[in-house]
Each structure stands twice: as C-alpha cells, then as structure tokens.
C-alpha cells in the first residue's frame, strides 16, 4: 500500500475514533441521536458509493434495500421479540433480494440505461406495495404491515442473548459508528484483494476484462449484493434509530437523496459518499427548521451546481486542490536553484 493511501486510512480511523469517543463526551443526548441518523446515512452512501464508484453499476433503486432491510428488521422483531436474529436477516435478505436482482440483470446482459429502469421500478413496486397494506389482512405472525402508516413500536436493539437489555440512545451511536468504521475499512480491504482489483478492471473495461478470462456476471452480481446488504443493515439501523419503518424509505424522493450524496461527495472514493450524506443531509436539517425555501429545490440546485461545477465530486475536487498546493512551493526553489548554478557557470 502506498505511503500516501496508508497515511489517509490512519488520518480517518483517527478521525473516526475521535468521533466514536469524544462526541458522547461533549454533545448532548438529542444531539448525539440526530448525528446518529447521520451516521446511519453515511452507511447507505457507502452502500451506493460502492456498486456505483467501483463496480460501475449505477444503482436507482438503492432505497429497495434500504427499505427492505428496515421493514425485515421490524417484522422479525416483532414476531421474535429480540433483535439479534432479526438484525442479521436484515442484511442477509436485501443481500439475497440484491443477488437474485443482479443476476437476473446481468446474466440477462441488460444494457447500463435499462439496469437503472429495472431498479428504479422494483423501488416503485415495492413502494406501492408496502402502501396497499393498511388493512388487517396483511398480517405477518404478529406483525401488521400498517400500509401508509407504516410499522410503529417494534423490540430495538439489545445485548444479544438478553433481550431485556436494550441500548440507549448513546449506545446505538457507538453500534453505529462500530458499524460504519467496519464497513468504511471492510471496503477498503476488499478492494486491496484480487476480488477488488478484477472489479475495478471490470469497471474501467469490460470487454478486456471478458477476454481475460474473467466472468464479469459474477463479479458485478457480487458487487451489487455486498451493496445490497449494506443498504440493508443501514434500514436496520434506521429503523432502530427511530423505531418506526414506513413505506417513504422505498420512495423515488429516498432514491434520488442517495444519489444526490454520492455525486456530491464524489465518485470512486470511500470517504466521498460519507461526506457527502453528513452534509446534506445536514443542509436537509436545517431546511427543515424553517419553512419559506423548499428543500427539493435547495437539492437540486445543489445537484446541479456540483454536474457543472464539480463534477468529480468534492472529496476528489479538494484532494486535487490539496496536492497541487503541496507541489507549488518545490517549483520556485527548483528554478532558484538552477539559476544559481546557472550563475556560478558563467563566473
């Protein structure tokens, strides 16, 4: 690993664990809950941040796992009474969704433009779905789908094995951030292996990358199901952090966000797509506290500013302007130096 990468990822995991250490040290309980769902956002950014950036498969629909996760996740724990088993099948089944999504896709050899028609339409379905459920017949064990009025009141997190034991407010913000250190780092790690770097191969050529020898379907099917179950651990962590699901995760509005903080942090980086959902989705908090200025607008003149003024995303954006700074004052002395030698050889 290079110098430079392997002095990013220490400069992060210190970050990280200020973070993870020293906010529930000098903010309070509601404001360390509101970064909480910050961090959680952050997790659903990687999860794009990873099919897109380094699998090349742009994603509509990331807000189907999303939803899928957290409404798994309200159902089970409902009809477990516990979360730990219900956490796990939270991921496990957006992964599966996400597998069996993919290679269809793929091994269907469907077109890029078409690939994002077929997830953006799963999103629409299952948001119409989960919509049509309000009467009593939709009933899952002890569970009811609610419809349009969603899922309340459902077991949060606890100590596995102790399900009288739920976490605080304060511990859920350390699971989260545990959780997002794990899946910032995982990610980085897995595209060190020879998985990650056929990957990126792939990405950058796929018709290469298919003489190679290598079977593209697979690798992308692989991709889009690693992201498929971070979005769902990111919907089971959602849905704990509020502890109610409602059918306005699976929304075409939740789809176009996740996109819009990717773009917004930057593409091809593991660091852009946190930065970029901590940003705006606090610009979205502070929308929200008043009321003259339209948050949809304020997004997408965002949206467009970045297309057309930065379009590599900010964290790329100021890691070009960062080097190019560390570079200018070696030029001045270079040329100093090679007018002095230039002098002493006319004396």
Known sequence: MPDSARNRHILVAAIGLLILFGLPVVVDLVTLLEISIYVVYAILGLSLGFIWGYGGILCFGQAAFFGLGAYTYAVTAINVGESTGPFLLAILLPLVFAALLGAMMFYGRISDVYMGVITLVVTLILFKFINSTANETWIVGKARLGGFNGIPAFPTLNVPGDPGALLDPEQFFYVAMVFLLLVYFGLHWLMTTRFGRVVVAIRENEVRAELLGYDIRLYKTAVFAIGGGIGGLAGALFAN???????????????????IWVIVGGLGTMIGPVVGAVLIQYITTLLGQQGVINNAFVLGGILVLFVLLLPKGLMPTLGQLLTRLRR?????????AEQAEGGRDGH
Do not use: C, H
């Open 241 to 259: 952090w509020g502890n109610f699901v409602s059918p306005g995760l699976f929304s075409l509005a939740q789809s176009a966000t996740i996109i």
């Open 328 to 336: 200018a004052p070696r030029r001045p002395a270079r040329r100093s």
